[in-house]
């Protein structure tokens, strides 16, 4: 196994993989404490903004005779703004009409991957499809510049600009834990490439998400001292720019330049080694189906640590929708029918929520 303290260090402090553990930002406790007293939500959440939240910024907080959690939240998609560190953020959330908002729902972040959007997710990913049957709402942020921080030398002009991701989507889901009643237990964090970059950002400093489905991704940075957390992740063997054996791959430029991009990540036969000894796992059990294999390991407080791969799979999200002009400017394959990666991710999450009393 590999020792988990070969994650650890490597960036300077401060740096988006370096900085202090986060463990509960007030955006999280503002929601919390709203959520076990019972507050409910007001109208003014509409799309396109969110500086108008109620009980925020000096306005008056919610009563007891408010509209029920989640009414001002329209059904179908909608684009919202919040202002973190000064920078207006985008996202889309897209609350099906499945969604029972009386009870705790759960709640999916979708992190789009390089030169893609909110927007795009969204559209190509399948995961609206998969909200509407399972009833879950689902959140597509979108990176500055089409990209996101998730390191201290990557990715592009968010690390040449300072931007703080792990901030955006701490104040994202507290934002979104303020307006409907969002399961604490079951906020689950999902995205491919440098979105996947991100969410293993994101589990390694923050103790935020029950669950993490990385996809055609690998970890970025040091990762010093990880809450237990469930990872699901799907590789694809072809993959160039995230190659499975490691190291850098083919869209690698050192962290150097005006979109620095710096991607040496281990093995991920060792990745998924690191989270099985943060999670205390057993050994893992393999089993194949055709170009799809499965390992599984069981762990502490009913947690797992899957990696599923695709021995004809590239850079890609399998399952996903094609995008023939994007695949020629970049070199990619269509994405694989082999696996719906979404549909087993979905099936991952509802599967490990985040144990009682952790």
Not at 335 to 341: E, R
Request: hydrophobic share 35%.
């Amino acid at each position: 196994m590999m020792p988990l303290t070969a994650f650890r260090g490597g960036a300077p402090a401060g740096a988006p993989g370096g900085r202090p553990r986060r463990l509960r930002s007030p955006y999280l406790l503002a929601g919390l404490l709203a959520a076990l007293v019972g507050l409910t939500g007001t109208a003014g959440c509409t799309a396109g903004g969110d500086d108008d939240l109620p009980g925020r910024d000096g306005q008056p907080a919610p009563t007891a005779t408010a509209s029920r959690p989640g009414s001002d939240v329209p059904a179908g998609s909608s684009t919202h703004t919040l202002d973190v560190d000064g920078r207006e953020r985008t996202y889309r959330l897209y609350r099906p009409a499945s969604a029972d908002l009386t009870a705790p729902v759960p709640l999916v972040v979708m992190l789009h991957g390089a030169a893609g959007t909110g927007e795009q997710a969204e559209e190509a990913y399948g995961w609206t499809g998969e909200a509407d049957r399972g009833g879950f709402v689902v959140a597509f942020p979108d990176g500055v510049k089409r990209a996101w921080a998730a390191s201290e030398l990557c990715c592009g002009q968010p690390v040449r600009q300072g931007v703080d991701d792990v901030a955006f989507i701490e104040a994202l889901v507290g934002t979104l834990r303020d307006r409907m009643p969002v399961d604490p237990a079951r906020t689950y964090v999902t995205g491919i490439s440098n979105g996947g970059l991100l969410a293993y950002r994101l589990a390694c400093d923050t103790d935020l998400f029950a669950a993490v489905g990385a996809v055609a991704t690998t970890l970025a940075g040091g990762c010093d001292s990880p809450e237990p957390v469930s990872v699901l992740h799907v590789h694809g063997l072809r993959d160039q720019t995230m190659p499975y054996q490691g190291g850098p791959g083919k869209r690698d430029n050192g962290g150097t330049g005006r979109n620095p991009v710096k991607i040496d990540g281990p093995p991920l036969t060792e990745l998924m080694a690191m989270w099985r000894e943060v999670d205390d796992c057993s050994a893992p059990k393999e089993s194949t189906d055709g170009p799809v294999t499965r390992s599984t390991a069981s762990c502490a407080q009913g947690r797992a640590v899957e990696l599923i791969t695709v021995a004809d799979a590239g850079h890609q999200w399998p399952g996903g929708k094609s995008n023939p002009r994007a695949e020629q400017l970049l070199g990619l394959e269509p994405p694989s029918t082999a696996l719906d990666a979404t549909a087993e991710i979905w099936r991952f999450f509802q599967a490990h929520p985040r144990p009682a009393g952790a």
